[in-house]
């Protein structure tokens, strides 16, 4: 993890707020989870109306624009500055109850500055991006030492020292740095485990959180991460992403009928979903289920998704892999000359390192891995 997503970590889509504000806040933080953009950016508006002077309705209609934009592919340029404008607000209110409540004005300038600079990350704007990462996480340790029960903020610092744990050993010297925190992986899943079992809306963050960490190589607790997917799964039918991540988890344990039937590529929980993240669901779902049982040397089943997978849009860090697999089938039906050619077109690093195994241990012999979970699906 580079030094500045590690910064962005720490902007968790949770909420600080008094006790009077948790059912309102709860009730958009539910919407936002399950994807249902235009809903989530009503109720941030109504919130917003109810209470002008909190920061909370602005900051939450700039994080609902923030997940359409991403999940529009980041090509929309209205979606982008309705953002922009949603974070101004947001910012804004938040400095205007620094002097009535503090805690809750450092966090909100710390949520808002965090979202900024992962917009900038997202375009790659990396000298833009950090000062905006730094002084989010300023103000969230801020936030913290005033109100030590604020579990927004605490999910955050377990995010910095379990992230800043897996940095490389060259980093962390600047990550303390910045931030003034040590490393410290034990330390951060005992604080995201510790929201995770809380009773506030951060709750469900520290969850999500923890499901992607446990899914990843440095943890691979594939039992654990399935657990808290599935709760993730039934809770917002709506996101994508949970479903789609318990198919990539089935695939790593090596239950590939169980990661077929998650993808399901032709079921009816494609139609459900918002048409911003409908293509890319079906695509990652045609893809995961191609996979499966490309592993398990199904060539018929795997041409048939190949072939539906073909006829839509790749996502973004999906093109290199389809061409491996479609490398493979060709292997698999002994044609090698034709599998090489489509190996030679391979440039992603490590859809490539396999290709080049796979060379010389043709398939259906050779590394068995599997695409890895992109973010966002």
Known sequence: ???????????????AAPPEMERELAGVVELFYD???DKA???????????????????????SSYQHWTAEGMRSTDTYRAFELDSEAAEN?????????????????????????????????????????????????????????????????????????????????????????????KLGLAELWSVAHSTGIARMEARSVLAVILSKDDEADWAGAETLLAELAARYPHNPIYRLRRAYVAERRGDFDAAVALADPDGKWIETLHPSVRAPARAWALYRAAES??????????????????????????????????ANLLDFQGKPREADELYGRIKDKTPAALAARFRTERYPAGPKDTAPFFTGY
């Not at 950016?41 to 700039?62: I, K, S, V």
């Not at 490309?294 to 061409?323: I, N, S």
């Open 35 to 37: 994807m249902q953009f």
């Open 93 to 185: 209110a938040a400095k205007a109850i620094m002097g009535s409540n503090p805690a809750e004005a450092h966090y909100y300038l710390g949520a808002t500055l965090g979202f900024r600079a992962r917009a900038n990350m997202a375009q790659k704007k990396f000298f833009r991006a950090l000062p905006d990462a730094s002084a989010s996480i300023k103000h969230l340790k801020k936030a913290l030492a005033l109100d030590p029960a604020l579990s927004d903020a605490r999910l955050g610092m377990g995010m910095y020292h379990y992230f800043a744990a897996r940095m490389p050993a060259g980093a962390k010297p600047l990550a303390y740095l910045l931030v003034g925190e040590s490393a410290d992986r």
């Open 1 to 15: 993890m580079s030094l500045c997503l590690l910064l962005l970590a720490l902007a968790a889509p949770a909420a």
């Open 293 to 326: 049982r490309l592993l398990q040397k199904r060539a018929a089943d795997t041409e048939r998704w190949l072939v539906a997978l073909d006829r839509l849009p790749h996502p973004r860090g999906m093109k290199d892999w389809v061409l491996l697999r479609r």
């Open 41 to 63: 950016r009503a109720a941030a508006d109504a919130l917003a109306a109810r209470r002008p002077n909190h920061p909370a309705g602005a900051f939450y209609r700039g994080v």
